[in-house]
């Protein structure tokens, strides 16, 4: 699977943004999504999951009620839906995917497949 994130960009405090990640090369819906986010200076960190079958969710704390993870298996697309953004959603915010197995996978390192990333930066 081949990844590709983009839609990040500069937002004041308060705004929203969309990020998009579309996948090539194998059958996506196959493959449970999931954003993780890296901060200067920091791990990378669970963000949203999405698995395929379901349609069901899991977000990190910081993020729930603000952020939306929802998928297009017809357009091999996951996107992530951020809104009402703080200073400190500030990060370089990458897709990932894993062959499902309905299990919600929370741990970087369980991810074979990523893409290269997208920058949001939220000023206040």
């Known amino acids: 699977v081949q990844l590709q994130a983009s839609g990040g960009g500069l937002v004041q405090a308060g705004g929203s943004l969309r990020l998009s990640c579309a996948a090539s090369?194998?059958?996506?819906?196959?493959?449970?999504a999931t954003w993780f986010r890296q901060a200067p200076g920091k791990e990378r960190e669970f963000v949203a999951s999405?698995?395929?079958?379901?349609?069901?969710?899991d977000y990190a704390d910081s993020v729930k009620g603000r952020f939306t993870i929802s998928r297009d298996n017809a357009k091999n697309t996951v996107y992530l839906q951020m809104n009402s953004l703080k200073p400190e959603d500030t990060a370089v915010y990458y897709c990932?995917?894993?062959?499902?197995?309905?299990?919600?996978?929370?741990?970087?390192?369980?991810?074979?497949?990523w893409g290269q990333g997208t920058l949001v930066t939220v000023s206040s």
């Open positions: 999405m698995p395929w079958s379901s349609g069901s969710t």
């Open positions: 990932a995917a894993r062959p499902s197995d309905g299990y919600y996978v929370r741990s970087s390192q369980e991810y074979p497949y």
């Open positions: 090369g194998r059958i996506f819906s196959r493959y449970a």
